[in-house]
């Protein structure tokens, strides 16, 4: 069965949007849990539009995996080592993007990223890396010694079908290097299923789609309607 994180970011999204405290990210996070979701994400982005670090610290106290988002600054290592997250998954990030346009430039910055992930790696944490589906940035993580790669699934999520040959191929790569395979990004109930038969995916991470479908049918329905099409 193929894990699914619910991404919370856009909950905080709509809370910031009015300067109050709700809604809760916190509270759509149980929500989501208690409706058959298998862990969370958040995405502390360094302009933090929308996760907030104490949004950060009250997911972590729940009785699920917290796969933590960030970019890959040495402030954010400190707080992910501070805070001991099960899982931190490092992406690239730039101040005027809308979202995460593209896979963490893994080769070029392998020599940056190998203290920060050698740090989180010693802290205990499962450290992911969101990369495009290129062989380079695969074997680059392998060499980094990541247990888990997310593939960006955004391409692929805009059209076109040789996206979804890449992804396929960077798939077995992936299982070839030896690393566990994730995936995530602008999916839906009618793009996930050929993303579901990627092979060797253990895990799927869904934000803006299931947060959107979320004001229409709530929380815990619309990870349910997920979870089903997930289930092979
Ligand atoms: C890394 C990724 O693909 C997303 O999960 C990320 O959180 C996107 O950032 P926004 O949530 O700010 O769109
Ligand atoms: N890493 C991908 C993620 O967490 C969710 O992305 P999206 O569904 O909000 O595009």
Known sequence: ???????VDHV?????????????PVDAARIALDHGADG???????DRRHIRDADI????KLPAPLNFEMAATDEMVDIACRVKPHACCLVPERR????????????AQEMDLQAKVARLLDAGIRVSLFIDPEPAAIEAAQRLGAPVVELHTGAYALGGSEE???????????AQCGIELHAGHGLTYDNVGPITRLPH???????????????FS????????????LSR
């Not at 069965?1 to 991404?7: D, P, V, Y």
């Not at 969370?40 to 360094?46: S, Y």
């Not at 979804?164 to 992936?174: F, H, M």
């Open 96 to 107: 005027q993007e809308v979202t995460t346009e593209g896979g963490l430039a893994v080769v």
């Open 40 to 46: 969370i994400t958040a995405h502390l982005r360094e």
């Open 201 to 215: 995916l253990a895990e799927l991470n869904i934000g803006h789609f299931l947060i959107s479908e979320a004001v």
């Open 12 to 24: 905080a999204t709509l809370r910031n949007a009015r300067g109050e405290a709700y809604p809760d």
């Open 1 to 7: 069965m193929i894990r699914l994180g619910l991404n």
């Open 164 to 174: 979804l040959t890449r992804l396929q191929k960077a798939a077995e790569c992936v």
């Open 218 to 229: 709530g929380i815990g329905p619309a990870v349910r309607s997920m979870k089903n099409l």
């Open 57 to 60: 610290e009250r997911l972590r």
